[in-house]
């Protein structure tokens, strides 16, 4: 991606506000907004979610979770016909010796005898529930498979342990009595795409760390940008070496600041700039609200809301139901320009933000789902988004064109009143038919109507604090 092409993104992410005016029901018409299908921003490489530290297994009826649940479970999650229609499939990399729930066991959890030593790693061929859980993704269409490692095994770092973080042996800056084992993990990570290559599984983004910035009590490992890019240039040669077709990515930080400051050593460095085809991050810390400085595509990686109850509501002013990841969404497409929306857990235990919580032999679902699911659905990978813009207030616009030249124009109402818009659209055909879908509190992602698209124009009543969905066919 060009300066120019940078430049461009940060200018749409300023005026990415909304598409048209807000009006009560009877109040007049709102102000016309402008949609430009013929205008590409950034490419969409997909929608996704993880199921790492054994929540595979959770989904796979480890704590009772009968088959047809399981069924129903993939589906929301899987299905374009009546779920999410997920694309990308976050796998977690195992670091620690032991195996319990909520924790995900390393393929080589015993010490070889050194970095040098010829390795001894072990396979289950279910890895947490994973392999199961990504043969199904597969059988539902899905084809990017990123798999991240959260930490080395305890035994190569300088800590020796997996939790808590502590450093790669052989980075610069740390010292070990038990040598370097840079290239020994670099070999590691390497082995665990053999391993799903295997299962029939094509590892296509490969990632060495997670929250690197973040020390955790779970696995976690420390590095600082002059280390990232240097065990960038040790896995990058590995890779090649391997003839794997997985794609470097880096570096999942905690914060999308903190991000910044981790792309910026790599774009520095021409080996490593040239080695890291994605650029990951995460909002935890502080929103994704601008571009990451890179010309390479850009992935949200992991997020979802904080909070200690179950909650399955759309807007209860909680600040984790279904609207707080719609507009999570919008402000990750439009203002970081991100290709790739990864949500934490798909399906988690008990007091969880993920879109599904597992309860024994059933399963309860919160609206979160279908916020994404407004989204994923319908706006495939290879999509664009294009530019989308207008100046009423608290109402948000995002618009992508499909590979297949289908349109989608998702519209975000945070007023408390219902809205009409009217607006034009550039690129599109003079007349043509467009599905509605709405998402709100009593609706989830249901099919409202068809509009018409006459003389490039398009007008749209929105409901109060909604999601809607405009799908115009080829």
């Known amino acids: ?35 430009d299908f013929g205008d590409r921003l950034q490419s969409i490489d997909g929608f996704g979610f993880a199921q790492a530290f054994q929540r595979a297994a959770a989904m796979n009826g480890l704590f009772g979770l009968p088959p047809e649940n399981q069924r129903a479970v993939l589906d ?8 999410a229609g997920l694309s990308i499939l976050r796998l977690g990399i195992g670091s620690s010796p032991q195996a319990p729930y909520d924790l995900m066991r390393s393929i080589q959890p015993v010490d070889p005898g050194g970095p040098a030593a010829p390795p001894r790693y072990e396979w289950d061929g279910y890895d947490g529930g994973q392999v199961w859980l990504a043969k199904e993704a597969k059988a539902y269409g899905v084809r990017r498979f990123f798999a991240d490692a959260w930490s080395a095994p305890g035994y190569m770092k300088t800590n020796g342990d997996d939790r808590n973080g502590g450093m790669l042996c052989g980075l610069p800056g740390t010292s070990c009595a038990s040598g370097d084992w840079r290239q020994a993990y670099a070999d590691y990570l390497a082995q665990y ?109 992991e997020w979802q809301p904080n909070g200690n109850t179950w909650n399955e509501a759309w807007d209860d002013g909680s600040g984790w139901a279904g609207i707080t990841v719609a507009e999570n969404i919008h ?17 988690s235990l008990g007091a969880t933000r993920a879109f599904i919580q597992l309860d ?3 399963y309860h679902v919160s609206k979160r789902l279908w916020a994404m699911a407004a989204y994923s659905r319908f706006i ?24 297949d030249g289908s349109k989608v124009i998702e519209i975000l109402n945070t007023n408390t009143t219902a809205t009409r818009t009217d607006f034009a659209l550039r690129e599109a055909s003079r007349s043509h038919r467009a599905a509605v879908y709405l998402t709100d509190e009593t609706h989830s992602l249901s099919r409202t109507g068809t ?10 009543e929105l409901a109060p604090r909604s999601l809607t969905t405009v799908v115009i066919s080829r």
């Not at 029901?25 to 016309?32: E, S």
């Not at 040669?237 to 600041?257: H, M, N």
């Not at 495939?380 to 590979?403: E, I, L, Q």
């Open 1 to 35: 991606m060009s300066g120019r092409r940078l430049l461009r993104l940060a200018v749409a992410a300023l005026g990415a506000v909304a598409l048209t005016g807000v009006t009560p029901a009877a109040a007049t018409h709102g102000a016309a907004g402008r949609i």
């Open 380 to 403: 495939r990978p290879d999509a664009d988004r294009v530019a989308a813009a207008s100046t009423a207030p608290g109402v948000k616009v995002s618009a992508f064109r499909n590979a």
């Open 193 to 301: 795409a053999r391993f799903y290559a295997r299962e029939g599984i094509r590892i296509t983004d490969l990632g060495f760390t997670n929250e690197p910035d973040f020390t955790a009590t779970y696995a976690s490992m420390r590095f600082d940008g002059p280390q990232i890019v240097d065990f960038v240039k040790v896995l990058g040669p590995t890779l090649a070496r391997s003839g794997l077709p997985a794609r470097l990515v880096c570096c999942d930080g905690a914060g999308w600041t903190e991000q910044e400051v981790l792309s910026t050593a790599i774009e520095a460095d021409p080996a490593a700039r040239r080695l890291v085809t994605v650029h990951t991050g995460h909002p935890y810390k502080n929103p994704a609200n601008r571009p990451l400085p890179t010309g390479r595509p850009v992935w949200m990686t």
């Open 76 to 83: 929301l999650l899987l299905s374009r016909e009546n779920g």
């Open 360 to 362: 024994g032999a059933n």
């Open 331 to 347: 402000d990750t497409l439009t203002l970081a320009g991100a290709s790739a929306y990864v949500y934490w857990f798909g399906a």
């Open 451 to 460: 509009l018409s698209v006459r003389d490039r124009r398009l007008a749209v």
